[in-house]
Structures are given as C-alpha cells and as structure tokens.
T-cell receptor, first 115, second 113 residues
Framework: DTAVSQTPKYLVTQMGNDKSIKCEQN?????MYWYKQDSKKFLKIMFS???????INETVPNRFSPKSPDKAHLNLHINSLELGDSAVYFC??????????????FGSGTRLTVV | DQQVKQNSPSLSVQEGRISILNCDYT??????FLWYKKYPAEGPTFLIS?????DKNEDGRFTVFLNKSAKHLSLHIVPSQPGDSAVYFC????????????FGKGITLSVRP
C-alpha cells in the first residue's frame, strides 16, 4: 500500500504540450511538496501546500501551476512544455510544516521527457 | 548558489568496513540536518536526522556527526553492507514554520562484497 503515489511514472511528450502529474498520499499528512531533480541531480523544491494553502512558491516559471483539491492530493500542471522541463519530479509529504526532523516521505518520482 | 555541498560524487568501500559520507553547508541559519538514501527508480527515503543542538545522533549502524563551527556533517555506516549501495543525499533546513529541505546533489555509495 503505497504511502505517496505519483502518476504517471514516465511521461514523454512534445514541446508545447500541456501535461499534469498527480500525487496522492494516504499518510494523513497535512503538508505536501513538489521537488524537481534536474540533470545535475540536485533536488530543488518548487512548491509546498499545507492544508490546501500554498506556503512555499520558489522561483518557478508560471507555466507550472500546482493544485491541491484536498490535503491528500497535490497535482502539478505544466503548460507549454519546454525541453528544459525534462527532469524527475518528486512529490513528498510531511506531518506539519515545521517538523523537519522527522523527514519527508517521497513518492517514487515521475520522469518527464520533453522531445 | 549551493547551500548544501556534497563534493565527492562517489565512494566505494569493502563490505564490513566503515563508510563515511561528508557534507558541507554554507547557510548558518540551518538548524536541522538530514540524510536520505535513494535507490534507482525510487524516491529518497529518510535515514537519520540531527538538530543543531546536538553533535551526534545514532540509529543502529548509522551515525550522523555535526560540526557546527566547521559547517560540516558526516554520515558513518558501520559495518557497511552491499544493500547500503545507493545514492545518499544530505539535506538541511532552517527552523520555523514553512521550513523547506535544501538538498545536496548526492553521493553514490558502492559497497563491494
């Protein structure tokens, strides 16, 4: 029973398309995150939601729009995809937005390839 | 601007020996430090953490050491096992609400049988 699940696992699409990645957690956590792992392997935070409220919004192109219909779901929609958007996108969740010491629980990632 | 640095991209050790993975940081506001382990095609999994008020935290075979004055932490794995072969990420966070984890780029550990 997967704690943080992302779909799809792989996504290959053409430049200019619009795509969405879905994330769901069944841990009862109230905070969710999107991280991007680029070609240089850095994991960089993009967004964070706490109880459906956006609390972290890093410097990300506005082509990226997160949506949280409830605290168990955080989806990522990307408009007008560009080659540079190719990366692995990880969803994560945690209980509380300040309890970092207990770590985040990550999903297995979505590998996005833009051609 | 890399606030968390893992300067060695890889490490290879013999099974049964100690693995020492190093991490440096530049942000003096960081209060919490974590290590994550990642296997291919999986997400990072939380290993161990330490707060800035401590200099050591131990959990089984894993020990994290923190040297605040040097802005340096390390993860020791003793004894190393082949199943420990993975990418290890160091991460850090400031205290307070809306905290976020800042990650290094990871170290690939290979444990030889």
């Amino acid at each position: 029973d997967t704690a943080v699940s992302q779909t799809p696992k792989y996504l290959v699409t053409q430049m200019g398309n619009d795509k969405s990645i879905k994330c769901e957690q069944n841990l009862g956590h109230d905070t969710m995150y999107w991280y991007k792992q680029d070609s240089k392997k850095f994991l960089k935070i993009m967004f964070s939601y706490n109880n459906k409220e956006l609390i972290i919004n890093e410097t990300v192109p506005n082509r990226f729009s997160p949506k949280s219909p409830d605290k168990a779901h955080l989806n990522l929609h990307i408009n007008s995809l560009e080659l540079g958007d190719s990366a692995v996108y990880f969803c994560a969740s945690s209980q509380g937005r300040a309890t970092v010491l207990y770590g985040y629980t990550f999903g297995s990632g979505t590998r996005l390839t833009v051609v | 601007d890399q606030q968390v640095k893992q300067n060695s991209p890889s490490l290879s050790v013999q099974e049964g020996r100690i693995s020492i993975l190093n991490c440096d940081y530049t942000n003096s506001m960081f209060d919490y430090f974590l290590w994550y382990k990642k296997y291919p095609a999986e997400g990072p999994t939380f290993l161990i953490s330490i707060s800035s008020i401590k200099d050591k935290n131990e959990d089984g075979r894993f020990t994290v050491f923190l040297n605040k004055s040097a802005k340096h932490l390390s993860l020791h794995i003793v004894p190393s096992q082949p199943g420990d072969s993975a990418v290890y990420f160091c991460a850090a966070s400031e205290a307070g609400a809306n905290s976020k984890l800042t990650f290094g780029k990871g170290i690939t550990l290979s444990v030889r049988p």
